[in-house]
């Protein structure tokens, strides 16, 4: 549209919306309601479910000014980046008033407490390309967490996305191509700001540092500028005040155990599929603040792979399982903090309110009396490092408590959030208005006595102010110097000089002490922010504290073991128990189950049974006690031992990806290409009915050959379950392979679940038996059985052998087929 056909007011809207990137939703004030006009009226419409409506050629629709924040809450849940166009002065006839941007709130920038998850990180993300490395950046800006790490391929760095899952992500609009695909959702930002001299001086400007290698950034390129970039979006896109970004750390992804993106969903870590949250982490979190609840989500997403680190974190847990008035004294008290690491970002980007500051007085006035619990742990070195970076702050407790009245409001610019004696000016005032309100009371009775009209009344409303009210009755009684101002049906309102001049008064100071108590409201949080680095690091170690605190909790309640953990490669578990479904079987007791892998002989696991027996779940319930293990966690075990692990990979069930377009059998092909691409003696592995996805023979073959590469190349610990029966034949011609079942007993030609795992292949497969519990119609069993028998009888070659086993070149050699005992094992060579 051509500038000149347009309305000035609809000049004013281009202007702002030409400041803005392309695909952010601007909201734009009009009287009482939020407009969009063109296409973002059109997507809005569709995402609040609102009326599309025309004017002229535009399409728009509106939401009430009243209510915009539930719409806009709902805009940024569906992803949206908001922009919010105020009027800033009041509309006076025949001149356009003057609007401004005055907020822009995107997924990862949100503040607003009602829209973010206490227990969850808020996440916005930059990626970097530099020469092949890619540079990864994210910061929570609700918490001040600020972190960046480098990452040589893309499949390191997808895992990594995958765990932290931002909620917004920049990448420079200079990228040629998607870094991550098409449908990454990325933001191209301006690339300028990605370039290692721009990113530099960025950080080294906010951060106020000669050199970023403080930081340890030494020899950082890309990562660098995907923290230049964040931070020039935040301060310059967003308009956000970013002095709550006080530490930048660098992490090296290697530190942690890799658990990716599909192994992640498979075990079910911090989310879970059902309805019912059957995940890893709500069976463990016990944390009593949201900043502990918060960080164990982070610490499941990043297990430890060194010995040290972890088993100071079992020291605590064991101090505390120790001493259970200690566990029993610190839960209560951390169950009295609030999220200081939210409140303090909250006041620190200028937001917040005397709520807020309630919250932090009560949270800090709780602190001496932690550290005087923790102090009953001294003798651990972690516990007693917690205790140190617990900071006290009486002073500013006292100043808070002596400021704050006991239940201040949500607003700021109202007034009532100071008590009276706290500041002298305010107190003037609040007399002056008191003083003339008392007068105001006494009135009624002076002027019916004056008057002798028994029901004159002295009332006030909004609009009209103070004024004096007289019947219809009475009104040959009204005084000379009675001012008429209104007729009601019952009678006539009426004003007197004097009156208005007390109601001034009142009004006046009325204004003046709101407009008192923001000013020190403001200087108040300048107050707290002076305390700004320490808050953030008392707040940090609250969390650790309340995560190893509830480590213990849940150790307690279930009765858990603390692994020996070491570097070997053995993993050792002595009746292991499944951690989410241990909790919640109800009635029926879980059966805990062994499992003794090696890395040598015991390095392959081929699991066996029927379907429904629990093969599915004792293989996770191994990977889940492993990766328990590697955060520091005591496990649902008699005992255990665990040589830690690097990753762990998992190909778990039937998983359809629709959404990304691939069939079920592309996709399981996939997770299988990258373990035996990426596995490792370190890792453990961890497969369930590879193969499914295609007919019989197809899959059987596949699983075979994929076994067998396990165990020649990475040798990594594997549990394999199946229900191809034929792969326990594996055990026959490799010397790691073990086989094992799940045993079900047959009573009756009906099939019981025994939930044990033993030594030995399953020898059949129990799928009949599973359909008639199922409830299949009898006269198919019997035929299906029919069916087996035929089948059963081709199964082994001319000598008796299975015919699976044998390669192009052994199938010219006889052999004799053996089954092999728990101890001896066939000689390689014998094949
Ligand atoms: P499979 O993979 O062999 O088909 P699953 O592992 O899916 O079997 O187990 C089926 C069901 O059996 C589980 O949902 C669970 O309710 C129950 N189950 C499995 N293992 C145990 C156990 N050790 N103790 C008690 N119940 C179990
Ligand atoms: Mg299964």
Redesign the pocket.
């Known amino acids: 549209m051509a500038t000149e056909t347009l309305t000035p007011m609809m000049q004013q809207y281009q202007g702002v919306r030409r400041t803005l990137p392309p695909d952010t939703l601007l909201l734009f004030r009009l009287g009482d309601f939020y407009e969009m006009f063109f296409e973002d009226a059109k997507e809005a419409a569709g995402i609040l479910n609102v009326a599309l409506t025309r004017r002229g050629a535009v399409p728009m629709c509106g939401v009430p000014y009243h209510a915009a924040e539930g719409y806009i809450a709902r805009l940024v849940k569906a992803g949206k980046r908001v922009a919010i166009c105020d009027q800033v002065e009041e509309a006076r006839p025949g001149k356009i008033v003057r609007r401004e941007l005055t907020q822009v709130i995107s997924p990862g920038t949100i503040s607003d407490l009602n829209l973010l998850d206490s227990k969850k990180n808020n996440f916005l993300a930059a990626l970097c390309r530099q020469k092949g490395r890619f540079g990864f950046a994210y910061v929570d800006t609700s918490t001040g967490e600020f972190r960046l790490a480098e990452f040589e391929g893309r499949g390191a760095l997808e895992d990594e996305l995958a765990r932290v899952c931002p909620a917004e992500l920049l990448v420079s609009d200079q990228e040629a191509e998607p870094l991550l695909g098409p449908e990454d959702g990325a933001l191209p930002c301006d690339g300028y700001t990605f370039l290692p001299d721009q990113a530099e001086y960025t950080l080294k400007e906010h951060f106020k540092v000669q050199s970023l290698d403080g930081f340890g950034c030494a020899g950082f390129g890309p990562a660098v500028g995907a923290a230049g970039a964040i931070l020039h979006y935040l301060k310059h896109q967003m308009r956000r005040s970013v002095e709550h970004l006080t530490r930048l750390s660098v992490y090296h992804h290697h530190t942690y155990m890799t658990v990716d993106a599909a192994s992640q969903a498979n075990l079910e870590l911090v989310a879970s599929r059902g309805a019912r949250d059957m995940s890893l982490l709500n069976a463990l979190d016990k944390t009593v603040t949201p900043m502990g609840g918060r960080l164990l989500r982070q610490w499941l997403l990043h297990p430890l792979r060194e010995v040290a680190p972890l088993v100071e974190r079992q020291e605590v847990v064991a101090t505390l399982l120790e001493d259970i008035s200690l566990l029993d004294g610190l839960r209560e008290a951390l169950r009295q903090i609030r999220d200081v690491e939210r409140t303090v970002g909250r006041l620190s980007q200028a937001g917040g309110n005397g709520r807020d500051v309630l919250a932090l007085r009560n949270s800090i006035e709780q602190l001496p009396a932690l550290r005087a619990q923790l102090a009953g742990a001294g003798h651990v070195a972690l516990a007693a490092r917690l205790r140190e970076e617990v900071g006290e702050f009486p002073e500013l407790a006292q100043e808070l408590a002596r400021a704050l009245v006991d239940e201040p409001p949500l607003a700021i610019k109202e007034g009532g959030i100071f008590r009276d004696g706290y500041n002298a000016d305010l107190d003037a005032l609040r007399n002056a208005c008191h003083e003339g309100k008392e007068w105001i009371a006494q009135l009624q009775a002076r002027e019916i006595e004056a008057t002798g009209i028994k029901s004159l009344k002295v009332r006030f409303t909004s609009v009209f102010g103070y004024f004096i009210e007289i019947t219809k009755a009475n009104l040959a009684s009204v005084p000379e110097h009675y001012i008429r101002k209104q007729t009601t049906v019952n009678g006539e309102r009426f004003i007197t000089p004097e009156l208005k001049e007390m109601e001034g008064k009142i009004l006046g100071a009325n204004e003046r002490s709101q407009a008192l108590e923001y000013e020190l409201f403001g200087i108040l949080r300048e107050r707290v922010l002076d305390h700004l680095a320490t808050l953030q690091q008392t707040a940090a170690a609250v969390a650790a504290l309340d995560v190893l605190v509830s480590l213990a909790e849940t150790a307690r309640l279930y009765g858990y073991c603390r692994p020996q953990l070491n570097e070997g490669l053995r993993l050792s578990i002595r009746d292991g128990r499944?951690p989410v479904?241990d909790q919640n079987?109800g009635e029926?007791?879980?059966?805990?189950?062994d499992v003794e892998l090696d890395g040598g002989s015991h390095r392959l696991h081929i699991i066996t049974?029927?379907?429904?027996?629990?093969?599915?779940?004792?293989i996770r319930q191994v990977a889940l006690i492993v990766l328990m293990a590697q955060i520091g966690s005591y496990v649902p075990a008699a005992s255990a031992e665990v040589g830690l692990v690097d990753r762990i990979f998992t190909r778990v069930g039937a998983n359809d990806d629709l959404s990304r377009g691939q069939s079920t059998f592309m996709v399981e092909m996939n997770e299988t290409a990258n373990i035996l691409n990426n596995a490792t003696e370190r890792s453990l592995v961890i497969l369930?009915e590879i193969g499914r996805g295609t007919s019989t023979f197809d899959g059987l073959s596949i699983a075979w050959s994929v076994a067998e590469f396990l165990h020649d190349g990475p040798k990594a610990r594997t549990l394999f379950?199946t229900h191809y029966h034929e792969l326990t034949e594996l055990a026959m011609t490799r010397p790691g392979v073990c086989n094992f079942n799940?045993a079900v007993r047959e009573w009756n030609d009906q099939i019981i679940?025994l939930?044990k795992i033993v030594e030995g292949g399953a020898d059949k497969s129990y799928g009949i038996q599973v359909a008639r519990l199922a409830g299949l119609p009898a006269s198919v069993i019997a035929r299906a059985k029919e069916i087996l028998s035929n089948l059963e009888q081709s199964e082994l070659n001319a000598e008796g052998r299975p015919q699976l086993a044998e390669t192009a070149a052994s199938a010219a050699t006889p052999r004799r087929r053996e089954k092999k005992g728990p101890d001896e094992r066939p000689q390689l060579s014998l094949f």
């Open positions: 499944h479904l079987l029926e007791k879980f059966v805990p189950n049974g029927p379907n429904m027996a629990g093969k599915s779940t004792f369930d379950a799940v679940f939930r």
